[in-house]
């Protein structure tokens, strides 16, 4: 792939195949639409439905980044994203915590426990400029 003209050499670096994204979501509709938007740009997605998941995916796959909803049936993704920063193995993996829930409240809660960013449920599309940009940041 072909950088824009004046594009950094880490935005050709991001553009390339073979990041791995582990989305963890319990709503598959949701999954689904992450999988269809990220993969054009480069990215496998590994998919999680449940907190359990999400642990065991992070740890065995060592994903390039976590997309984590906050918001699963009966667990609370907070207590997954602590477990997440906490853990030797998976505490480096950036986690991008995205969440439809009060936005101030969680954003200020997911950064405090070690989220590298935090971006309120609106469109995959949005959600994929985030995670460029924060892969591009953590890259440099």
Do not use: C
Request: aromatic fraction near 4%; hydrophobic fraction near 45%.
């Amino acid at each position: 792939m072909v950088a824009p003209k004046g594009a950094s050499p880490s935005y050709t670096q991001m553009q390339q195949p073979g990041r791995r994204l582990l989305i963890a979501d319990d709503d598959a509709e949701i999954r689904e639409m992450v999988r269809r938007v990220a993969r054009p740009h480069g990215f496998e997605v590994i998919e999680a439905a449940n907190a359990a998941e999400a642990q065991m995916l992070a740890t065995e796959q060592q994903p390039d980044l976590i997309v984590l909803d906050i918001a699963f049936p009966g667990e609370d993704g907070r207590d997954i994203l602590a477990t997440l920063k906490t853990d030797p193995r998976t505490a480096k993996i950036p986690v991008l915590v995205w969440s439809g829930r009060d936005a101030e409240s969680a954003r200020r809660i997911s950064l405090s426990l070690g989220a590298e960013d935090f971006v309120e449920k609106a469109s995959a599309q949005t959600l994929i400029t985030r995670i460029n940009r924060l892969m591009l940041r953590l890259a440099e």
